[in-house]
């Protein structure tokens, strides 16, 4: 607004001019112009407005005018605006990539939850896996201590002629008669003797005689008559092919070779070694068999 239009003027309200070096009153003779933004009455001299940018003031009702001091601050409030503006656009970009980072955290914790997942159910398969091994490990064990009670007594001939009679009951009373023979008259042994069976199925075609299985009354029997067994080869020429072992179970007699196929190692080397009561130990005499209670023919 300038001085001179209608309404409020410089004279009809006296003001002091806006600018810090006057101060002075702006009267209606000054060509005083009014700050839109402040409302501040200056001498246009003061504000340096030209005399041709008063004249259109003074004619237009629309065109607004501001102090240096209002244009200084709008132009700081601007570049404010544009620095916000400018940060603004920064935060957006900066939450932008927040946002893919969240979703690529998001995605690699979904990966994450699955291979959790799937390590559980390995963990459970395995841990079943474990637990039915552990579980057959027990059953076996338990198999194999059943077997070895139920041999405990028990020994094994082998080589021991087989009667080829046709009547089984007399084959049976044969091969008894054929043991105590064996055991009492040949290796002088008195032992009790609960059972004695064939092993295996009769073949008449077969030329070998099938093992023979004696159950004795005690252990302690049984490992007598083993320590008498060497004794066979030396009794007479029908009983140097007849041999004498324990009742093994498959898993003793997979041992058993084991163990015979080391001490063959050994004794090849010009080692002297014995297996005695499942181990193989130094031999301080040369022997002749393999194991304890064990004679060749089996």
Request: with cysteine.
């Given at each position: 607004m300038t001085g001179g239009e209608d309404g409020e003027d410089a004279a009809a309200s006296p003001k002091p001019c806006g600018t810090e070096k006057c101060k002075k009153i702006v009267k209606d003779a000054d060509n005083g112009i009014r700050c839109d933004e402040c409302e501040l009455w200056f001498h246009a001299g003061c504000e340096q407005v030209s005399v041709g940018l008063y004249k259109e003031l003074q004619k237009s009702r629309t065109q607004l005018w501001m102090c240096k001091k209002c244009r200084g601050s709008r132009k700081n409030y601007k570049q404010e605006i544009i620095k916000l503006r400018a940060e603004n656009e920064e935060m957006k970009e900066e939450n932008r990539k927040m946002d893919t980072k969240v979703k690529d955290l998001e995605t690699k914790n979904g990966e994450m939850k699955k291979k959790l997942q799937e390590l559980e159910e390995k963990l459970l398969s395995t841990k079943s896996d474990i637990t039915s091994q552990v579980m057959n490990m027990v059953r076996d064990?338990?198999?194999?201590?059943?077997?070895?009670?139920?041999?405990?007594?028990?020994?094994?001939?082998?080589?021991?002629?087989?009667?080829?009679?046709?009547?089984?009951?007399?084959?049976?009373?044969?091969?008894?008669?054929?043991?105590?023979?064996?055991?009492?008259?040949?290796?002088?042994?008195?032992?009790?003797?609960?059972?004695?069976?064939?092993?295996?199925?009769?073949?008449?075609?077969?030329?070998?005689?099938?093992?023979?299985?004696?159950?004795?009354?005690?252990?302690?029997?049984?490992?007598?008559?083993?320590?008498?067994?060497?004794?066979?080869?030396?009794?007479?020429?029908?009983?140097?092919?007849?041999?004498?072992?324990l009742d093994m179970t498959k898993r003793q007699r997979e041992e058993n070779k084991k163990l015979r196929d080391e001490l063959k190692i050994r004794r090849d080397r010009g080692e002297r070694w014995q297996i005695k009561r499942g181990q193989l130990v130094p031999s301080f005499r040369q022997q002749t068999d393999n194991s304890e209670g064990a004679t060749g023919g089996q």
């Open positions: 064990e338990m198999n194999e201590r059943d077997e070895t009670q139920k041999r405990a007594n028990n020994i094994v001939v082998y080589n021991l002629p087989e009667p080829d009679g046709t009547v089984v009951e007399e084959r049976i009373k044969e091969d008894i008669n054929n043991c105590a023979y064996l055991l009492k008259d040949v290796l002088k042994v008195e032992v009790g003797v609960t059972k004695v069976m064939r092993l295996g199925k009769r073949n008449d075609n077969n030329t070998r005689p099938r093992p023979t299985l004696i159950k004795l009354e005690n252990e302690s029997e049984k490992w007598h008559v083993l320590s008498k067994a060497k004794n066979l080869k030396y009794a007479n020429e029908e009983t140097r092919k007849i041999g004498i072992s």
